[in-house]
């Protein structure tokens, strides 16, 4: 089985601090996202990498920042963490055979206080 | 990226049959259809995924128009297991260098 794993379930950070959301995936897949979902939004894209070191800006990349120096790991740097970044952040990979389908983590969730 | 439609939430009945539908006016030759599940506090989950006509699966059908500008996906008898919110994905499937938008989706609540 697919498995993607995020380095916190909960994580309470303070306004202005630096923090670091990890992802790691154990598929060797080349695609991978980063999510937050807020209530009646959706999922929307922070930041997608479809390969080692290579990174596109997804909706709403304002305020976040993200690293992929490994294939299997993919980070989520928010640089000044402000209340408006309180939210659930979701990691996925995502596999090209036999179907283009994303695995999602169990989800971070931020609070920024 | 195709924009979709979806209905904001549907309820339904235990062992009804549930059908939600998907437009996609403007989808692309190479674009694919996919649907997600995704349950309170979890990530969205793959269901199903189809270029045209019928896709079956164990968990639920597609079913894409000639034209591919709907689809829909149909969830035989369903129960309070299902209950969750339904994401459709339209996107081309060629190459790994696309993300592909998940929008609100769907709120499915099912009752006893």
């Known amino acids: 089985d697919v498995k993607v794993t995020q380095s916190s379930r909960y994580l309470v950070k303070r306004t202005g601090e630096k923090v670091f959301l990890e992802c790691v995936q154990d598929?060797?897949?080349?695609?991978m996202f980063w999510y937050r979902q807020d209530p009646g939004l959706g999922l929307r894209l922070i930041y997608f990498?479809?390969?080692?070191?290579?990174?596109e800006k997804g909706d709403i990349p304002e305020g976040y920042s993200v690293s992929r120096e490994k294939k299997e790991r993919f980070s989520l740097i928010l640089e000044s963490a402000s209340t408006n970044q309180t939210s659930m952040y979701l990691c996925?990979?995502?596999?090209?055979?036999?179907?283009?389908?994303?695995?999602f983590g169990p989800g971070t969730r931020l609070t920024v206080t | 990226l195709a924009k979709t439609t979806q209905p904001i939430s549907m309820d339904s009945y235990e062992g009804q049959e549930v059908n939600i539908t998907c437009s996609h006016n403007?989808?692309?030759?190479?674009?694919?259809i996919t649907w997600y599940q995704q349950f309170p506090s979890q990530g969205p989950r793959f269901i199903i995924q189809?270029?045209?006509t019928k896709v079956t699966n164990e968990v639920a059908s597609l079913f894409i128009p000639a034209d591919r500008k709907s689809s829909t996906l149909s969830l035989p008898r369903v129960s309070l297991s299902d209950t969750a919110v339904y994401y459709c994905?339209?996107?081309?499937?060629?190459?790994?260098?696309?993300?592909?938008?998940f929008g609100s989706g769907t709120r499915l609540q099912v009752q006893p």
């Open positions: 996925a990979s995502r596999s090209l055979e036999p179907f283009y389908e994303q695995y």
């Open positions: 598929m060797d897949h080349e695609n």
């Open positions: 990498s479809y390969d080692v070191k290579m990174k």
């Open positions: 403007n989808i692309a030759t190479n674009d694919y």
């Open positions: 189809g270029y045209k």
């Open positions: 994905l339209v996107g081309d499937n060629q190459t790994g260098r696309r993300a592909l938008t």
